[in-house]
């Protein structure tokens, strides 16, 4: 009996993370060449938007139970044909007015854009110091999986200290994982089930996402649960696994979507919401930087946590962690790279040898001292950037 169920319990392992890594690798997907255009597909009625690789909708939603709504998309088309599909679906739904555009006075609209990494996400809390002590403060916050989570609380008023603490201590990682992976494919091996019923609702994984979610809101506090309440306007990415496009939440519930933008098939469940099937927003934009533009950001500064794609020894892709690691700085690199060319600034940590995955407490600490050093290095460029913009809104209200 016991070694029938180590033997399903290796066997179910062993899948889950071929999965993951073949999840990984589809989430990259075609990387479009930048002169390709794309043309609008189905009918000239159609709503919906198709206009690079991107595809991100904007989904504001005015209770927890109220239905999804399309207001706008995040690109501008790049044709004369989606130009016009464009200004279809303006009229067609006209966007509310988003508090994101009037955080602050126009040419200085700072947004700061967390991407994903895993435990190499801890580097977001460095930069945030670096940019408090300097009096930097985002207008806007867009965050995709860890960052997402480093988002929220930070743009809940929670204090970086404390969220260092969180990530340090083992918080974070338990809301990711309740209990070991083999505990938990244990249980999953030994709960009994019911022949030929199947739910609805119910999706493959190893872990529901529910603790990540009921960790978020908790540690907000129930006047910050919801997205739209935030003291810092934030955006948070998706991808919709039915039609495979990218959303933005910029309203609901805080902890929900928060756990969406961090499920990853099949370590955490994709989450049922409305009439979609969402799961990170890495799968299509790890680095969402055209979202920022789209909400009104005249500054963006995006901070990459990936690892840098430097040369390493053999020895170092010999072992199926080490591989899995390096395959997956490979595609996300190439992958965010196109992402990060509608930054005015890319802040990009030493997460070296950190991996995505990480449970050691060092690597936190490790992570958030490199974004840290990386915000101190660009300090004069962001400096500079910011009184260009300066000088530049002077200029122009002298002419008027």
Known sequence: MVSRALSIINRNFCRAFIAAFLALIWSMGPVRCESEVSEPQGNKTDVHIYTNELNIRNLTVDSENAPARLVSPVDSANSEASENEAEKTIKAVPPPPERFIEAAPPGRRIALVLGGGGARGAAHIGVLKVLEEHNIKPDMIVGNSMGSVIGALYCAGIPLSKIEKL????????????????????????????????????????????????????TVGEDHQRIESLPIPLAITTVNLLDGKAYRFTKGNLGL???????????????????????????????????????????????????????????????????????????????????????????????????????????????????RVAAIESLPALRKILDLRTAEKNRIQLLR
Do not use: W
């Not at 990170?280 to 990459?304: F, K």
């Not at 080490?322 to 700085?329: F, I, K, Q, S």
């Open 257 to 371: 979507m928060v756990r969406a933008s961090c499920s990853l098939p099949p370590m955490l469940k994709p989450v049922k919401f409305e009439n979609m099937v969402l799961a990170d927003g890495g799968i299509r934009a790890n680095l969402p930087t055209l979202t920022a533009r789209d909400l009104g950001a005249d500054i963006i500064i995006a901070v990459n946590v990936d690892e840098k794609l430097d040369t390493v020894k053999q020895d170092e892709v010999q072992d199926l962690t080490g591989l899995a690691n390096r395959v997956a700085t490979i595609v996300l690199a190439v992958r965010d790279e196109q992402f990060s060319k509608e930054a005015d600034l890319v802040i990009q940590p030493d997460v070296a040898g950190i991996s995505i995955v990480s449970k050691a407490d060092e690597d936190y600490h490790k992570a958030v001292e490199a974004g």
């Open 167 to 218: 990530c340090s201590d083992g918080s974070v990682k338990k809301a990711f994982l309740p209990t070991p992976i083999p505990v938990q494919m244990v249980k999953k091996a030994l709960r009994p089930r019911i022949p030929f019923k199947k739910s609805k609702n119910r999706f493959p994984g190893i872990y529901t996402g529910k603790k990540l979610q009921e960790f978020i809101n908790e």
